[in-house]
């Protein structure tokens, strides 16, 4: 199978970027099988996406070296990832087994092209789930007293299996700004639709409000709880008929949908962060 | 054309209710061809809509006193409209004519069911469009100062025409407290997806917060701004190339016809409102 | 916990149908705790879904001869269900997972208040699934030659397990006429949006026409192959970018869910067939 | 303001074909400001849409034959369009009055960026809202005997005005292979979700088979009726509440967005026609 690199470029807007880009694969002969672009007016930036295949002879070392050259002339940030080498990618856990279940399937799959190394709780109730798909399950538990060494627990979990990215898949724990500093990338699901209701019980702020539509929202985790920025949302019709069980129940349906696509664009590098939005690709 | 009665009933839960609503109108014979239930947990209430067909020699006047006894005994709250009778109903814009026109366009449609006596905009763009469609339009200016003698004209106009709901189609005024307590029902229309983006430019807000879904909010006036019970809601997808401009133009179109379902469920006389919520039966 | 009696009642319509059944309850001292209803036009007929607490003195023998009196007085046709009588349920699979443990999992978390006494494929891969929720596999492979041997198999557990409703979870197999009518209800899920894309790979047939939208639909088994009487529709947006596999992965979101909706309104006892058409109160 | 020209281009997958359309711009100093592509893997085929900014220097026409040049070396079909050169659009009516008021409102607050030279049906009963706009109005009568010198009536005026898109805005009659081979492009609302209910009568086709949603399509028009290249599609939910009447009320909202994104789509040159299918960019 042909292997590809996915390169995503970040730089201040100007003439040629794409010519130069494009042109910079062209001269190796290597095809590009997608691409997808964005400008924003202000301040006038660029964002792009390329996929391109390799050939048998590519150095990759070789390509990426280039790429950075050609991306230091343009002041553009980028990234590459090769379709051969897959992400690493654990989920922290709490109770609810749903979206954990889910993210597990749509690997298994094919749906996430990822490894999961580990999935960590800070119960056990997920343990059994984790063993029936084989997966090494922590059990790390915390209270107030103990949170700085659970962190230091996590945050060494990450460094040992060179994590790409953590999924809170329902994880009833905020991260501190410390431990965020010291993890990859952290995909988070909320379960409300930001920035309506956000905190804690958000259902129960919804039933009271007297909502006709709920929702979930996937984003990264940043020091700023709650604050991070969207990478996907969705919602739900609700009645008045529906009590804050209920709509948590129709809650939890989106969530796992809206997290799994994030997961999804994430590993595919769709996403570039700009300030607290989100460029999807 | 047979009369049909809608009766709309809240009432604090307890048994045999339904028995006794639908027993009023058997024992006279007449047949209930639509109803709709919901009860509350906590407080326990009840809320019952009923629509029953007149027979041609149904006295009203006797009906509605013997369903307002029976209703005294249940101590419940009680209103009722006669299909015949159309509800009168008045139209305030500003400059934005969609809403406007899709309003008129139901009514001439047949959709909405009422009339529409007068349509009044603070600015007179509009007069035009109501010319077109033979509808009466006041202009009433208003600016700081005067803003208590054009509340006035609003109410006077309210009690001449004597109106049944006022529709607030993009007018872009606060109403005051005061105005409200003399005025019949308000529903309007905020473009935001209620409560994530409360108060003015709802759309810069939710592009540079990055959200992948905008909305629109129907809802019933009250003195506290964008507070009141919330009728419908409804959303479409954005996506990151959509600037603030944009994500107007999508919001327009799901404004119109978030608000086109309230007036619709409020003149079918569907809406109980229980404190911040409604009742959509 | 108090118990529940949800009866479902279908009859040709009639003054005083509402009153009837409401005061048969109230004679009783029996409160209703929900209760929906639907008139058709053409022919008139009438469907109540009424949900009841009983008392603990309640006698159900008697509460069912009596409510069958009524009934048949009214020419109407009924059932009841008993919130401590569990439906007991079996699955129906072949290779995909996603909609398998969609179910178990919903059921686990008291979304779907079932048992489910068994799990059976005509492929053999999901025993481990099924073992890793100590749910019983039964491996029923067949070949055209085996056919009737091995839809005689499912009958007769079936029959064992004195099922009330079977699912088909993407069971890649065409119940024959004379099976169906040996089950009790069959709900299936069509990976296609019906009636637009018929038979055999829908997602192949709809990236061909270039469709904007796919979906699924969960239906009740008839003999005439995805004709049964709908119960849940939905969709998801897709664009001209994916192809059929890519459709097909979004179209297992919609299925999972819709299914899963169908499944829990049955179980409600929400579902009234009329004809081709349900009846979802 | 800046004036832009909006490329399309179609062509046989090849390697270099991003980097040799952007550099044709860049060599001549020309800002490209948005861009979309897509490759079709079957046959392998190459889609792109490029924006560029003129400079007040540039030269239209030298810029389209060097353009053109660089099409046919790489067999690539190719359109421009300048956004100061608005296409002229007609629409073609018969009674409904919603999907026209609809079209001409974008068009004035500057959403859909053309000009409407006249409206035309085959019914009088929109004159008078042709005029309320100031837009000349034929009356084209029709019967089947008159068709061809109807049909004539419609393509003298299409080549008078130099159009460039015709939208058939709920017009009850079908356009014949003859005429439509006479015509600029064709977009028609199909008043169903397409290819489910083909033919007359959608919504009574769609209760009488009890969906639980409908849906709108719009396409191009072509020679075999419901049948050309789907351009946007939507779908509203419904309810067995609902009767053929109403499903139809519901479906026209559906109808006039979905008209309305597809037309919105056309004249921002963002559809290539691939065999039956649309690629929207």
Same mark, same amino acid.
């Given at each position: ?110 749906? $996430? ?43 060494? $979990? ?124």
């Amino acid at each position: 199978m042909t292997i590809r690199a996915t390169f995503l470029v970040a730089a201040p807007d100007q003439p040629g970027l794409v010519a130069r880009l494009a042109g910079f694969f062209y001269e190796r002969g290597l095809n590009i099988v997608d691409a997808g672009q964005h400008s924003d007016r202000e301040p006038k930036s660029f964002f792009m996406r390329l996929v391109i295949e390799l050939a048998p002879t590519t150095d990759r070392d070789e390509l990426q070296r280039g790429f950075a050259a050609v991306c230091t002339a343009l002041s553009a940030n980028w990234s590459a990832g090769f379709s051969d080498l897959l992400p690493r990618v654990a989920i922290l856990v709490t109770r609810e087994a749903a979206c954990l279940y889910d993210l597990v399937l749509r690997q298994r799959s094919g749906e $996430l092209r990822c490894e999961i190394p580990f999935i960590a709780g800070n119960q056990p109730d997920l343990a059994a789930a984790a063993e029936s798909f084989g997966i090494p399950f922590h059990h790390l538990p915390v209270i107030r007293e103990t949170r700085p060494a659970q962190e230091a627990q996590i945050a060494a $979990l990450a460094k040992e299996h060179r994590l790409d990215l953590i999924v809170l898949a329902r994880y009833m724990q905020v991260l501190s700004a410390d431990l965020l500093a010291r993890l990859p990338q952290v995909i988070n699901i909320h379960h409300g639709f930001l920035p309506a209701f956000q905190g804690a019980r958000p259902y129960l702020q919804a039933f009271e409000r007297g909502v006709k539509m709920i929702g979930a929202t996937a984003h990264y985790a940043t020091a700023e709880l709650d604050q991070g920025p969207i990478i996907e949302q969705d919602v739900a019709r609700v009645t008045h008929q529906m009590d804050a069980e209920e709509l948590s129940r129709v809650g939890r349906d989106v969530e796992r949908v809206v997290l799994a696509r994030a997961v999804r664009a994430h590993l595919e590098r769709r996403i570039l962060v700009e300030g607290r939005r989100t460029i999807v690709l």
